[in-house]
């Protein structure tokens, strides 16, 4: 008797695209879980980050005496002159300034916490000690002026460090890491009016630094926002400051067709001498249009609460409600 052979049976073009199907549903349950956990994860790196951000400017100014700096770009300044990059001590120094960069900077704390960047571009490329007095990380003491003898005007005459004394290493360890980069136009490190050529290798900005969160967006330093009314008249108030920095809550509980908004919306930021910001996930700082790096100060409290109740909750949800704030 012949013994009965069997042949493989081969998957039915239906059942292949039913696996498929199966396979792309599994796929779409357990992406979001995923992305989920990575979000946390970067938003909990960012977190512990920021909190050793404040301990390091906190270190700081008790070894100095002074919070670090802004260092600003200025687009009303050349990039060839020295002064492109302007420390500022005081919010008295130059309001305009100030105004014009919404009172944050990402360069400061790679300078003054880790000793990378540089207040003069033009002046250091000539030798990286006449900067900060240590080439690489580290630096010595900002002197009297606070900023290397260079807070002022920076030029090849007039800059001189402190070429002897105790180099204070990095308040923050960022070594081999990818949490710090050279600052790029291409990543939205430059008020988009600020004259600068990307593929210029002289140019001013190739020398500064910027420090990075969970996300890879470099995370800014806010001080000297205004917590008076320009008039001068009594009481506090936060209409004029950066709305990207202001609790979210207390934005959206705003009354409706109001222009006030006293500084007890808000009592830790009023009361707050600088401020850490990240991006968060979606690496908006506040919605395009609205808030904008450059000479216009719009993107103000006072700009917010012009927008109707709708509005108001849109903009909050495009951007400042997924930021991560941390005042000091």
């Not at 609205?290 to 709708?310: C, H, I, K, W, Y």
Request: charged share 25%; net charge negative.
């Amino acid at each position: 008797m012949n013994a009965q052979r069997h042949t493989p049976r081969a998957f039915s073009l239906i059942e292949l695209l039913v696996v498929v199907v199966i396979i792309g549903v599994l796929i779409g349950i357990a992406a979001p879980a995923f992305l989920s956990v990575r979000r946390g994860a970067a938003r909990t790196a960012t977190e512990s980050q920021l909190g050793s951000m404040v301990s390091a400017i906190d270190q700081f100014k008790t070894d100095f005496g002074f919070l670090p700096l802004l260092i600003l770009d200025d687009p009303e300044v050349e990039p060839t002159n020295p002064d492109w990059c302007t420390a500022l001590a005081s919010r008295d120094d130059a309001v305009a300034k100030l105004e014009a960069e919404r009172y944050h900077s990402v360069y400061s704390l790679p300078v003054y916490l880790l000793g990378i960047g540089a207040l003069s571009p033009d002046v250091v490329s000539n030798n990286p000690d006449r900067h900060d007095g240590h080439a690489g990380a580290g630096f010595r003491d900002p002197g009297p002026d606070r900023a290397w003898g260079g807070a002022r005007e920076r030029t090849t005459s007039t800059h001189r460090v402190l070429a002897s004394g105790r180099i204070y290493t990095p308040y923050v360890d960022y070594a081999d890491t990818d949490r710090v980069r050279r600052a790029s136009t291409d990543l939205g490190d430059f008020p988009e009016e600020a004259s600068v050529d990307a593929d210029d290798p002289d140019a001013p900005w190739r020398s500064m630094s910027v420090i990075l969160d969970g996300w890879g967006t470099a995370i800014r330093y806010y001080r000297h926002w205004p917590t008076r009314p320009e008039s001068g008249t009594p009481g506090e108030t936060l209409l004029q400051a950066p709305a990207e920095i202001v609790d979210p809550d207390a934005l959206a509980l705003a009354p409706e067709g109001t222009g006030e908004f006293d500084a007890s919306r808000d009592v830790e930021l009023a009361r707050a001498g600088y401020a850490l910001l990240s991006a968060g996930a979606d690496r908006i700082f506040s919605p395009r249009g609205f808030a904008r790096q450059g000479p216009s100060a719009d993107g103000t409290v006072e700009d917010f609460l012009m927008n109707e109740t709708r509005d108001r909750r849109r903009l909050l949800r495009e951007g400042m409600d997924d930021n991560i704030r941390v005042v000091r």
